[in-house]
């Protein structure tokens, strides 16, 4: 069974500080996606890692894969309150499966003046 | 832009009672999903149909059913809710092949 684990679950950063969120998962997969929650609304989609050393930029957002580690990252460059919201990896089981996504826990950033 | 709509925001049944939610999408994706979420468990699979007709059981699909005689919409059936089926439901959707799924605004139950 695919396990994929976000840490931290939380987390209270000041503004203009540097963060990363880490997602570990526990099978063989070259697919990861992050999406972004807003209290209250429904997921977006934010990057789609597709290949072992993808990396993705969107502002102040950049997220990268390992496939070998098992490991994806979210780093966070000098975070502003707008980027406060629940964020999700998501690890996809290929097409065996499905295409279904198994989801982590999910990391709730609170950005602080 | 891929639109998933659902046919409720918030509802509230009594337990014991059938509960239909459905998602529809405008894009012709082949696949479907039932999410719901809780807090501390993050979005859990309930049941996902990758074609007409066609449903898979995800991680969760106990006291739930689907229906998917459409290709734009997949429907969540809760036979008889019960209390610990309250819940945030979420579609999803996506295209075969390496893309993400979109998700609907959500549908959150109440069963009392």
């Known amino acids: 069974e695919l396990k994929v684990e976000q840490n931290p679950l939380f987390l209270s950063m000041q503004e203009g500080k540097n963060y990363t969120i880490y997602c570990n998962y526990s099978?063989?997969?070259?697919?990861l996606y992050w999406y972004r929650q807003d209290p209250g609304k429904s997921l977006e989609s934010l990057f789609v890692l597709l290949s072992n050393g993808a990396v993705k930029q969107e502002g102040r957002l950049m997220a990268s894969l390992d496939t070998k580690a098992r490991l994806s990252t979210l780093h966070i460059t000098a975070a502003v309150h707008d980027l406060s919201a629940t964020y999700f990896c998501a690890v996809d089981e290929g097409k065996s499966s499905g295409d279904k996504l198994t989801f982590g826990t999910g990391t709730r950033l609170a950005v602080r003046p | 832009d891929v639109k998933v709509t659902q046919s409720s925001r918030y509802l509230v049944k009594r337990t014991g009672e059938k509960v239909f939610l459905e998602c529809v999408q405008d894009?012709?994706?082949?696949?479907m999903f039932w999410y719901r979420q809780d807090p501390g468990l993050g979005l859990r699979l309930i049941y996902f149909s990758y074609d007409v007709k066609m449903k898979e059981k995800g991680d969760i699909p106990e006291g739930y059913s689907v229906s998917r005689e459409k290709k734009e919409r997949f429907s969540l059936i809760l036979e008889s809710a019960s209390t610990n089926q309250t819940s945030m439901y979420l579609c999803a959707s996506k295209t075969t092949g390496f893309h993400e799924q979109y998700f609907g605004p959500g549908t959150r139950l109440t069963v009392t």
């Open positions: 894009m012709d994706h082949e696949n």
């Open positions: 099978t063989t997969s070259d697919r």
